[in-house]
């Protein structure tokens, strides 16, 4: 009924240029209009201005990468690893979608994604989808490096560092190079279990509390561990007064698996060998002496599920996961609500998940 | 046991923001063997959380394209051999792996039906016995309580899954696990308002929204009389407005305009002004704590002698503005043919919402209501919008395929028992899959409990004994006898409150109504007219047990009948008072809000809220603000009841048990409610 306004036909170059700014407007509001109604424009605004890096794109880390893009929050891809790394995870990126929709005139690309492309890294196969997700966001940019040699200079405009799958070592090194404001966050799945290390940034970190739907001035958090002191912190001693006798079992397997792989520099599970017996029993020794020193005990069979599924990542598990971190991040930049500190652990077969305060009781 | 997920049998419900990330999982997750029913097609604002779809999809039906790209998603079967590529790029998504024979594996089949769960004629129960589970990714009541009954009647566990913003909960219903069913605990299905309060005791932006919508029904709908705010030129009573409203609707193109302006004014002016300074002279207003305000005539005439309409969308138009506004819509209505110009109030059409916004708040303003809206939240209202996002959607998706593990697991230690010891089958069927012991109710909260929860789960709950739906209660039933007619019982109580379908009615084993497949429904046509005390048997009468029997359900239930000739206005709706269930406690309590035991169960039972009398106090008819294409949306469940029972878990000290109670307990500050959060 009501036509949109035609444009003059006296239209400068600005006015068009005034006019695609202002269709693009239209289209993000119309787009992302079921969620500005639940965190209000001035969110929306912050988080289209966010940028969030992914050290590793794996099923769990794909989750919260398709989560945030949808949002709206660019992102910007570094994983050197050869493509194949993703056949063996959950990533709804691995298989190309078959563009046999009906009007594939414009589909240019098409033939060629009918034959097998060779891509040179995890980075460059998963690429095409994510700017295929949300148009909106425009070319997702990759760094090509790998992640031993990243510096404090390539996380520079990132709101938030995601990394799954990357050595221990690592991500002690990498938190500390994010600069100030930046928030570093690990996320991976191992079997029906997952976890998250969270590393706020400082202790000056600060967020408005909710009540209800009132918004709170901003307050500082009340707890902050860096995550090089938080892994330090021996096991026995990240206990509190709701986990008395040890830190959650989820905590104890997720350390466990990056102390096996701190010492045999693989994944435990990689290479497909879970079956492979004396391969099992030497991972069992590893672990078992991990936790000998750290004094904690884990369960006969918890050890063995964790050794049966080693890093292994099953979809639902990624899924749930990721969207929990999701919701974090955007609590994170959007600075309303509480943000989990410092871990997220999930037990997927008794449907739980909680935030776990990693600090030495004394 | 991947096995078992390889050929398993799954039907999932709905391809929305649930559905796309459900058929991820379970295509990520090696399902082969999946149907999808939605009826719905895409939309723009889908594409920010419903993963599988993509602009260029807008207008297609969301579950042909969802089958589509997921089943792109299964992961090709790898061979022992090195050469890794096994999955040929086939033209058919369909075929895209060749091993599957030497597997003994069913081929890749995700198979879309476009359509309403509701057909009774495709979707029935025979239809979902054949599928080891149900996921349901729904987001109307309606739907959800089909499902329901054709799960349970099938024995066929169901996962059902609901979100609103960053909540969101996942239970699992059994029949034979002897585990809550959905309608076990009250289910609100539509908000609800006195139409008294629409037209004359607004207190609430939302009520003016949904005046507002008549308003537009009375000025462009061909019958004039479908509008609430009708009035009979004819009546005993004179119509401030009508008069100038069928001038308005009458009024032909004059050369100047001057005509039509004129006409708008006058029905403004009428609406506004003439209309509430009548019933300020009645003494309408004496005893209530706010007085409305005419319209002042000054705005009025600046408002029209404008030129300009305000454009912005997120900015509050004042009333000058307002008037403008209604204005430029109602001379925009006059110059588009009738065959475009929607008789009905549409969301997602630009004039009727420039309308309404206009309207509700000149209406707002008169009555001192506060705040006015901007078109962009009172889109959200009008609509009726729940915000939505991705990250939900996600957890309670990914939670139902982790709960559909934990089935199919079930499943295959019977399957292996059974084919181990034949001597020992009868132990296992009495065993059955006792789903009760293996999953839960889990709930995805956004601010962490006490102890740190995000997400909480609990043993499912035991059924409700007094659920007439799964464990066929008698449903107690309390209505004039001598008033009602079985046309009314059938509309408004048996397929409205107790949602039958194709029920057939017997009194003493004689039917009096029967309609569905194979049934003679021109020989029952005539008892319809009739009262039900002059039905045939021996009529409905105080004490009389009518049988219900509705083969699309496979739900046979008994209603026992209260005559009641006096009701007193606050108990149920005001033309034809009902309740269904015990009759709500005479005063209301406010310390104790919580009806007593008894009370509480039958109430579990009722879908609406207006047998909770003692909830609200001046419901007197029902009016559905409900925009029929998001009226598939549970809105007060979410927005509402669901809401506060979130809340309260939040506040849970030690989140243990989660109280689900929380949910059947009425309490006053829930009809307040929004139906939507908006920005804040």
């Keep these: ?362 | 046991m991947f096995h078992k997920i390889q050929t398993s049998n799954i039907l999932c419900v709905g391809a929305g923001g649930i559905g796309c990330e459900l058929l991820k999982d379970l295509a990520l997750s090696g399902f082969r063997r999946v149907q999808v029913i939605d009826l719905d097609t895409i939309d723009i604002s889908n594409l920010n959380r419903q993963l599988l779809f993509r602009s260029q999809h807008v207008g297609m039906p969301k579950c042909t394209v969802a089958c589509e790209v997921a089943t792109n998603m299964v992961p090709p079967l790898t061979l022992p051999s090195d050469d890794g590529n096994d999955d040929d790029d086939d033209e058919k998504p369909t075929n895209n792996d060749n091993n599957n024979t030497s597997n003994n594996l069913p081929s890749i089949l995700y198979q879309a039906h476009h359509g309403n769960v509701c057909d009774t004629s495709k979707f029935n129960v025979p239809f979902v016995k054949q599928f080891d589970l149900v996921v349901n990714a729904l987001d109307n009541v309606e739907a959800r309580r089909r499902v329901n009954r054709l799960c349970l009647a099938a024995d066929v566990p169901l996962i059902e899954a609901g979100t609103t913003g960053y909540l969101g909960q996942v239970t699992v219903i059994h029949k034979s696990s002897g585990v809550a069913c959905y309608e076990c605990t009250t289910q609100e299905t539509q908000k609800v308002y006195p139409i008294c309060t629409i037209r004359s005791t607004p207190s609430m932006p939302v009520h003016t929204i949904v005046w507002s919508k008549e308003l537009y029904k009375l000025l462009f709908h061909s019958k004039v009389d479908d509008s609430m705010l009708f009035e009979d030129p004819e009546g005993e009573e004179p119509s401030t407005y009508m008069a100038a409203v069928s001038n308005l609707r009458n009024s032909e193109e004059d050369k100047d305009g001057l005509l039509f302006s004129k006409a708008v004014r006058d029905v403004l002016h009428d609406l506004c002004s003439t209309e509430i300074q009548k019933q300020l002279d009645m003494g309408r207003y004496k005893a209530a704590k706010k007085t409305p305000t005419c319209l002042d005539v000054s705005i009025l005439e600046k408002g029209m002698t404008a030129i300009t309409p305000p454009s912005s969308t997120t900015d509050i138009w004042s009333l000058e503005e307002s008037v403008t506004a209604l204005a430029t819509c109602l001379r925009e209505a006059q110059t588009t043919p009738n065959e475009n110009l929607l008789e009905e109030f549409d969301k997602d059409d630009d004039m009727a919402m420039r309308f309404v916004t206009a309207a509700s708040n000149l209406r707002s303003s008169v009555f001192g209501i506060e705040p006015l809206q901007s078109l962009y939240s009172a889109k959200g209202i009008a609509g009726n919008i729940i915000p939505a996002i991705a990250t939900t959607n996600a957890i309670c998706a990914g939670l139902q395929i982790l709960q559909a593990f934990s089935i199919l697991k079930r499943q295959l230690m019977l399957e292996q028992d059974r084919s181990s010891g034949g001597e020992k089958e009868n132990g296992d069927d009495v065993a059955g899959l006792q789903l009760d012991k293996s999953c839960f109710y889990v709930n995805c909260i956004r601010n962490r409990t006490r102890n740190g929860l995000y997400l909480t789960a609990v043993p499912l709950e035991k059924p409700n004994p007094n659920c007439f739906v799964c464990k066929n209660a008698v449903i107690p039933l309390t209505l004039n006898v001598n008033e009602w007619t079985l046309q009314e019982l059938l509309h408004r109580v048996i397929k409205g409150r107790l949602g039958f379908e194709e029920p057939t009615l017997m009194l003493q084993g004689d039917f009096i109504w029967e309609e569905g497949d194979g049934a003679d429904e021109e020989e029952f046509k005539m008892n319809l007219p009739k009262k039900l005390s002059q039905l045939p048997c021996g009529g409905i009468q105080h004490g009389t047990v009518l049988e219900i029997d509705d083969n699309s359900q496979s739900l046979n239930v008994c209603v026992t009948i209260t005559h009641k000739d006096e009701w007193d206005g606050d108990e149920a709706p005001e033309d034809f008072p009902f309740v269904v269930g015990a009759l709500p406690p005479k005063k209301k309590d406010d310390v104790e809000n919580k009806p007593a035991a008894g009370a509480v169960a039958v109430s579990s039972t009722e879908p609406t809220k207006s047998v909770n009398a003692d909830n609200n106090d001046d419901d007197d008819d029902v009016v559905l603000i409900i925009d029929e294409d998001e009226a598939k949306i549970d809105t007060v469940e979410n927005g509402g009841k669901k809401m506060a029972a979130k809340r309260s878990i939040d506040e849970n000290a030690d989140g243990e048990k989660p109280t689900k109670k929380a949910k059947t307990k009425p309490s006053k500050e829930d009809n307040n409610v929004e139906v939507i959060e908006i920005e804040d």
Excluded at chain 1, 160 to 183: D, F, T, Y
Excluded at chain 1, 271 to 300: R, S, W
Excluded at chain 1, 347 to 356: L, N, P, R, Y
């Design chain 1, 1 to 362: 009924m009501a036509t949109t306004n035609t444009t003059d036909a006296t239209t400068t170059t600005t006015a068009t240029a005034a006019t695609d700014q202002q269709q693009k407007q239209q289209k993000e509001s119309d787009v992302y209009d079921r969620q500005i109604r639940l965190w209000g424009a001035e969110a929306q605004k912050k988080i289209q201005n966010s940028k969030v890096l992914y050290l590793h794109v794996t099923g769990s880390s794909s989750e919260v990468l398709k989560n945030l893009c949808l949002a709206g929050i660019a992102a910007t891809i570094c994983d050197p690893r050869p493509a194949s790394a993703l056949d063996s995870s959950p990533c709804f990126f691995t298989h190309p979608t078959n563009n046999n929709s009906n009007n594939s005139d414009e589909d240019q690309e098409n033939p060629t994604k009918k034959q097998k492309i060779k891509y040179d890294s995890v980075a460059h196969a998963v690429r095409p989808l994510v700017e295929e997700l949300n148009p909106l966001l425009g070319s997702c940019p990759i760094l090509t490096k790998d992640i031993s040699t990243l510096t404090g200079e390539d996380l520079i405009d990132f709101a938030v560092v995601i990394a799954s799958q990357i050595p221990l070592e690592e991500s002690v090194r990498i938190s500390k190079l994010v600069p100030n404001g930046c928030i570093f966050y690990t996320i991976d799945c191992f079997g029906m279990r997952g976890a998250s290390i969270i590393d706020l940034g400082g202790k000056e970190f600060k967020y408005r509390p909710e009540q209800g739907k009132k918004l709170l001035d901003p307050i500082p958090i009340k707890d902050y561990v860096s995550l090089p002191d938080m892994v330090e912190v021996p096991l026995h001693k990240a206990i509190n007064r709701f986990h008395k006798k040890g830190p959650p079992p989820t905590w104890v397997m997720y350390r466990s698996l990056l102390e096996y792989q701190r010492q045999t520099t693989r994944w435990l599970g990689d290479g497909g060998n879970n079956d492979d017996n004396a391969a099992a029993a030497a991972a069992k020794k590893i672990i078992q002496e991990f936790l000998k020193n750290e004094q904690v005990t884990m369960t006969e069979n918890d050890l063995n599920d964790l050794i049966t599924a080693g890093m292994a990542q099953v979809a639902p598990v990624c899924a749930v996961l990721g969207g929990m971190v999701g919701n974090e991040i955007i609590k994170i930049i959007s600075g309303k609500g509480e943000p989990a500190n410092n871990t997220i652990l999930l037990d997927g077969g008794a449907c739980k998940a909680w935030t776990f305060l990693v600090k030495a009781k004394e």
